[in-house]
């Protein structure tokens, strides 16, 4: 069965300072794509990245940076010189290729706190 | 363009009865998805419609049911609400392949609190 994980429940940083958060998920299928979103205070959730299982090239985006390792299935999320804007609940999310649908599944989410 | 827009934005209802929230996609997006947030069971797939027609479901019991109009505009259903309805419902809509092959577009949700 799917399952992801995200073992920080929240993390609190001061601005400027880099922060990773940690996605772990587990499949059988071979064929996946895993997700990140984030969810600012607003409660709008906005789609941040989009990652298949054959492509394990790292993706830079401005100060946000993706870590996929097949190897210990993980799928992490770094900022680089957090800002308060920042601040946010991070999902992870996994789906199987072939099962969109039921096989959607979220990380319960890591909370990040950026300080001034 | 005009983002997604759902409504009503907050309501209040009492057990058993019904409910139906409303999606509004952006123009020329096509496939409508919703989802349940909850604290206990966090962001769970509801299901999504593409063309009118539900083209996947996530593992909620019937009660829970959903269409989409000619137009893309979405509505979900819920029949006798339990307590454990409460959430924010979030709808999101993309342009034709839904949520794994395009990036999905979120509102700003339904907050449903059940009484």
């Known amino acids: 069965a799917q399952k992801v994980t995200q073992a920080q429940t929240e993390i609190s940083v001061v601005e400027k300072e880099d922060v990773t958060l940690d996605c772990v998920y587990e499949?059988?299928?071979?064929?996946?794509?895993l997700f990140w979103y984030k969810q600012p205070p607003s409660g709008e959730l906005v789609f941040l990245i989009r990652?298949?299982?054959?492509?394990?090239q790292n993706e830079i985006s401005g100060r946000y940076s993706w870590n996929f390792q097949k190897s210990t299935s993980s799928f992490n999320f770094t900022i680089t010189a957090s800002q308060v804007v920042d601040s946010a609940v991070y999902f992870c999310a996994l789906s199987e290729a072939g099962n969109y649908g039921q096989n959607f599944v979220f990380g319960p989410g890591t909370r990040l706190s950026v300080l001034p | 363009k005009a983002g997604v827009t759902q409504t009503p934005r907050y309501l209040i209802k009492t057990r058993g009865q019904q409910v139906t929230l409303s999606c509004s996609p952006i123009?020329?997006?096509?496939?409508v998805s919703w989802y349940q947030q909850t604290p206990g069971q966090g962001l769970q797939f509801l299901f999504e419609y593409f063309s009118e027609t539900q083209r996947n479901k996530g593992n909620f019991p019937g009660r829970f049911s959903g269409r989409q109009f000619s137009n893309s505009r979405s509505e979900m259903n819920v029949s006798t609400l339990e307590l454990g309805d409460s959430a924010l419902y979030l709808c999101a809509s993309s342009l034709d392949a839904g949520a794994i092959l395009e990036t999905q577009y979120f509102g700003p949700g339904t907050r449903l609190l059940v009484l």
């Open positions: 123009s020329g997006h096509r496939s």
């Open positions: 990652r298949n299982s054959f492509d394990e």
């Open positions: 499949t059988r299928d071979t064929t996946y794509y």
